[in-house]
């Protein structure tokens, strides 16, 4: 079955400093992608950063990057210098080249303290 | 470029009745997605449409269905309203071509709140 799993509910960091959001999946497919997706208190879905199975680097955006361990079956995101912006959830999801459906994990809360 | 738009933004219903959610997508995306967001359960995942076929569809009753035209904009249905059909629902769009990687962008969100 697939699975995506958030293990940290709510995480408080400090302005400045760096973070790292925890996302472990599961399958059985060779071929699939990794998002992340902030999701202020608004509601509306913001994409991050991706990642395919076959990227042999780590992705980066900006003050995003994903720390990508295939064999492992994680993909943290690490956010640099966080702002007091950067306070809402964080999902990471999967999706399979064989399926078109985003599968989500629970999602992270995090609050930036000033 | 304007981005995924979706009316209404709240609504309010009562048990039993229905309702229609629009979605407009992305101009030149061809795909539109689904999800229900609740506390309890989660982001999951409705259905999915391209081209104006259903492509894919996730565990839900019957009373979900939706429907996509021929400019790209979806409607979404809930028949028979339940008290936990409470949720945002969120619509995505994408150019939908095949492979993992298809940016999903997503629309604000309707929510949705049944007495």
């Known amino acids: 079955a697939q699975k995506i799993t958030q293990t940290q509910p709510g995480m408080f960091v400090q302005e400045k400093e760096a973070v790292t959001l925890d996302c472990t999946y599961d399958?059985?497919?060779?071929?699939?992608?990794l998002f992340w997706y902030k999701q202020p208190s608004s509601g509306e879905m913001i994409f991050l950063i991706y990642?395919?199975?076959?990227d042999e680097q780590n992705a980066t955006e900006g003050r995003y990057s994903l720390n990508f361990q295939k064999a492992r079956k994680s993909a943290n995101l690490v956010i640099s210098a966080s702002q007091l912006g950067d306070s809402a959830m964080y999902f990471c999801?999967?999706?399979?080249?064989?399926?078109?459906?985003?599968?989500w994990g629970a999602g992270t809360k995090l609050i930036i303290k000033p | 470029k304007a981005g995924v738009t979706q009316t209404p933004r709240y609504l309010i219903k009562t048990r039993g009745q229905q309702v229609t959610l629009s979605c407009s997508p992305i101009?030149?995306?061809?795909?539109v997605s689904w999800y229900q967001q609740t506390p309890g359960q989660g982001l999951q995942f409705l259905f999915e449409?391209?081209?104006?076929?259903?492509?894919n569809k996730g565990n839900f009753p019957g009373r979900f269905s939706g429907r996509q035209f021929s400019n790209s904009r979806s409607e979404m249905n809930v028949s028979t309203l339940e008290l936990g059909d409470s949720a945002l629902y969120l619509c995505?769009?994408?150019?939908?071509?095949?492979?993992?990687?298809?940016?999903?962008?997503f629309g604000p969100g309707t929510r949705l709140t049944v007495l």
């Open positions: 449409y391209f081209s104006e076929t259903q492509r």
């Open positions: 995505a769009s994408s150019r939908g071509g095949v492979g993992a990687y298809n940016e999903q962008f």
């Open positions: 399958t059985s497919d060779q071929s699939y992608g």
């Open positions: 990642q395919g199975s076959y």
């Open positions: 999801a999967m999706r399979r080249d064989s399926n078109y459906q985003l599968i």
């Open positions: 101009s030149g995306h061809r795909s």
